[in-house]
């Protein structure tokens, strides 16, 4: 046995359940393809203070390079709803740095450059071919990313809509004090069908401008090219310098499906669960029970199970919650969108806290206060679309 548990790919779940499930006392090797951690990184560049505090961890300066107060969403015909929430820009490749020297030092067995090519299983154990040899453990978690290649093998289907996922491209650019702005600005409306298109400070001269769609085909090239015209206009903006170009896709309404088997665990945007901080925490949860597992000689999917449930407790709501909101958004036309950013313009939303249940409640309460006929503009979410 090469280890009690074989961790498939250095995404923030996967450093995070090696991480927990190596201080709770097993054995766990982490593999990784990239040559080096973090090169290239994956396209994310920031998240909130909310997101982190959910997985009790603090944002480091050493990968920071932007403080932001929080975010304006903005509405086709531009009426804003400010929402205040700390952020972060990152450098997602000091990040991944940052966590896996943390995690290194638990004592996981992190080797890079090794590309996991399948897993079999072998009675008890599991055999996993690598472009380095064959390495051999009790229990494999799989947080190899949107793609993932290795839960498909094991013919997991480990999301409900995995026609959902939002296809995205961003471009870091240059001009002069573009970075500067504390709030990130997302713009939603059918120029981005799905989600939203992004401008996100980065400090000095630089920002990120984004965007991300659904349903629409995995090359958002022409939104992309459309919102470069239009955020030009917006800022008055002659030229700027591209300084590189990231895509992907992000699982943010797919919903984790079948994520957990006899001796295998699939978490982070392998298993639909979407953004560093959730996905962080999936990986914590995902390593205490997989340790709990290892420590009580039974990695049975019953034992296991017990991710699931923790994660649903945590989470299960909010994803149902953010599903219905991005649908809904999707199936509205921009008039709606619009008259529905009307009831939150200029409103201080800082009343709204709680569970996400509660948020929701509040949130709808507001409106019924507010303006009640703005409810039937949700009945897009009926609309066969
Ligand atoms: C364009 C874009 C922008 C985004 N922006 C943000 C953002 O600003 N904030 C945010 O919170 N989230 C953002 N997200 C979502 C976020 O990136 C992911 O939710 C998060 O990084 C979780 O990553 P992941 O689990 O998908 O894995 P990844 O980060 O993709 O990591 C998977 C790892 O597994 C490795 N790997 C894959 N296959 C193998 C194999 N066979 N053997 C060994 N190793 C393997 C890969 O090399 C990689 O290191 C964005 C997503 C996209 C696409």
Known sequence: MDADIIVIGASPAGLMAARNACEKGSSVLLLEKKEEIGSPPHPANSFFKGMLDKCGEAADPSYVVHYLKGMQIISPS??????????????????????????????????????????????????????????????????????????????LKTMKHPEDIAWGMELEVRAPALGKPKMFEYYIGNHAPG?????????????????YVRRCGRDATPYLNAWVERFKKLKGLKEFEVVKRLSGGDPIVTLPNEYITDGIM???GAAGQSGIGYAMRAGQICGDV??????????????LSEYRKTWEKEFKAEHYLGRIGLETLRKMTDREIDE??????????????????????????????KKPSAILKYRALLRNK
């Open 78 to 155: 531009g009426r804003i709803v400010e929402v205040e929430t700390p952020g972060y820009a990152i450098d997602k490749s000091r990040f991944d740095r940052f966590y896996a020297e943390k995690v290194m030092k638990t004592g996981v067995d992190i080797r890079n450059g090794i590309e996991a090519r399948n897993i079999h299983r072998e009675g008890e154990k599991f055999s996993v071919s690598t472009s380095a040899g064959v390495f051999k453990s009790k229990l494999v978690i799989i947080s190899d990313g949107i793609n993932s290649k290795m839960a498909s093998l094991l013919g």
């Open 195 to 211: 989600w939203k298109t992004t401008y996100s400070p980065r400090g000095g001269d630089n920002a990120a401008i984004g965007v």
């Open 266 to 268: 699939v978490v982070g």
């Open 290 to 303: 997989a340790a709990n597992g290892i420590r009580k000689g039974d990695v049975s999917k019953n034992v």
């Open 340 to 369: 529905m950013a009307a009831v939150f313009e200029r409103e201080d939303l800082s009343f709204v806290h709680g569970s996400s249940i509660e948020q929701a409640m509040q949130v709808f309460a507001f409106i019924l206060k």
